[in-house]
């Protein structure tokens, strides 16, 4: 099992997808998933959404619920988090789950950027709804200005993308990081990784420090 944390707007969608495309991982994303619900209107969604309008985590207990339902569905595949844990509560729960289902963290790989950079990533950040495609105007634009390259309809910006909700939520993060940073290299398996340039530069730094864990 492998864990790809980091600050918002760093790239850990992006090369989430890569990696688990690469190495044949089931991913979990905690963002999509909760996005998806709050889209859907479920009951976890209407739970949810007054934190993520405001820039904030979503309740830890919400949180751990739906990754325990995720591991036992697929406790038996190769696995990719992405974005979770965000706390030093939810990795204690991680490893406890973890180790009720007889399975293991085997790498704890955090992408690191400066928030200045962070800042001028998200406020660039577009989607596309239908194929749920990310670009980014300053590292990964697409071909035709707004416009998806395979769907070729209209990109758009989320609500949070704007400079005050990520300075709250990388306040939140910074916050959070050094403790689980020192658990995670307290069990050996924390890995840092500078997230600058193309998204296929960070994916090559990537892949070196997961070719020794994947064959």
């Given at each position: 099992?492998?864990?790809?944390?980091?600050?918002?707007?760093?790239?850990?969608?992006?090369?989430?997808?890569?990696?688990?495309?690469?190495?044949?991982?089931?991913?979990?994303?905690?963002?999509?998933?909760?996005?998806?619900?709050?889209?859907?209107?479920?009951?976890?969604?209407?739970?949810?959404k007054r934190y993520l309008d405001k820039g904030t985590l979503a309740p830890d207990d919400v949180v751990v619920e739906i990754v325990e339902d995720f591991l036992i569905d697929n406790q038996k595949s190769h696995l990719l988090f992405d974005g979770f844990p965000r706390n030093l509560?939810?990795?204690?729960?991680?490893?406890?789950?973890?180790?009720?289902?007889?399975?293991?963290?085997?790498?704890?790989?955090?992408?690191?950027?400066?928030?200045?950079?962070?800042?001028?990533?998200?406020?660039?950040?577009?989607?596309?709804?239908?194929?749920?495609?990310?670009?980014?105007?300053?590292?990964?634009?697409?071909?035709?200005?707004?416009?998806?390259?395979?769907?070729?309809?209209?990109?758009?910006?989320?609500?949070?993308?704007?400079?005050?909700?990520?300075?709250?939520?990388?306040?939140?993060?910074?916050?959070?990081?050094?403790?689980?940073?020192?658990?995670?290299?307290?069990?050996?398996?924390?890995?840092?990784?500078?997230?600058?340039?193309?998204?296929?530069?960070?994916?090559?730094?990537?892949?070196?420090?997961?070719?020794?864990?994947?064959?």
């Amino acid at each position: 099992m492998f864990l790809l944390f980091g600050p918002p707007g760093v790239g850990k969608g992006t090369q989430a997808d890569l990696v688990s495309n690469k190495y044949k991982l089931i991913k979990f994303s905690m963002g999509d998933i909760l996005r998806d619900e709050v889209s859907l209107d479920t009951s976890v969604g209407n739970k949810v959404k007054r934190y993520l309008d405001k820039g904030t985590l979503a309740p830890d207990d919400v949180v751990v619920e739906i990754v325990e339902d995720f591991l036992i569905d697929n406790q038996k595949s190769h696995l990719l988090f992405d974005g979770f844990p965000r706390n030093l509560n939810q990795a204690l729960n991680l490893e406890k789950m973890v180790a009720q289902l007889g399975l293991s963290i085997n790498l704890a790989l955090e992408l690191s950027l400066s928030s200045a950079e962070i800042v001028k990533r998200v406020v660039n950040r577009r989607y596309c709804l239908s194929c749920g495609r990310i670009y980014n105007y300053i590292t990964n634009p697409p071909q035709n200005d707004g416009k998806c390259d395979a769907c070729n309809l209209k990109l758009v910006k989320r609500d949070d993308d704007n400079e005050e909700i990520i300075a709250q939520r990388l306040a939140i993060y910074n916050d959070q990081a050094k403790p689980l940073i020192d658990y995670y290299k307290s069990l050996g398996v924390y890995r840092q990784i500078e997230a600058s340039g193309s998204p296929q530069d960070v994916f090559e730094k990537i892949s070196l420090v997961l070719n020794g864990y994947i064959k």
